[in-house]
């Protein structure tokens, strides 16, 4: 399991749309015995989902048992030149943590080509391998 922040989208009438990616990958051997049931599950899953989501946007005080609330923020700046919107949805994302379980792999950031050597950390390990290097530094 992995999950992604992508990039924040603020459309022409400026209100932002935070987004938050979650991916489950199954072998195929895993699945071959148990597709329903791991099929109803999910289903089940999605379900409580949307009923929590629903509950904490009717109340920001709420909490689930799979859904929270947390704070992400769009500001816009301009200088003379030019302007840009100015995110910051870190709080939206789980901190990889040492009693999580081996099958999630927290955020996989941007990765190019090869899962396992772009990954900035593994779940078997405590410290990180390495640390993003921004291109534009």
């Known amino acids: 399991m992995t999950e992604e ?22 072998s195929k051997v895993a699945l071959l015995d148990v597709y329903e049931e791991v099929g109803d599950q999910i289903k089940e899953l999605l379900l409580k989902i949307e009923t929590e989501t629903e509950l904490v946007q009717q109340d920001n005080l ?14 816009f700046q301009k200088s003379e030149s030019f302007s840009w919107w100015n995110t910051d949805t870190d709080s939206v994302k789980n901190e990889f943590g040492d009693q999580d379980p081996p099958e999630y792999w927290g955020e ?16 078997w390990m405590t410290s990180d391998i390495s640390k993003e290097e921004n291109p534009f530094s």
């Open 5 to 26: 922040i992508p990039h924040v989208e603020i459309p022409q009438d400026n209100a932002a749309k935070f987004k938050k990616r979650v991916s489950l990958v199954f």
């Open 62 to 75: 709420a909490r689930g048992d799979i859904i929270d609330s947390a704070r992400a923020s769009a500001h």
């Open 108 to 123: 996989m950031s941007s990765y190019r080509g090869d899962f396992i050597a772009g990954s900035p950390k593994y779940p």
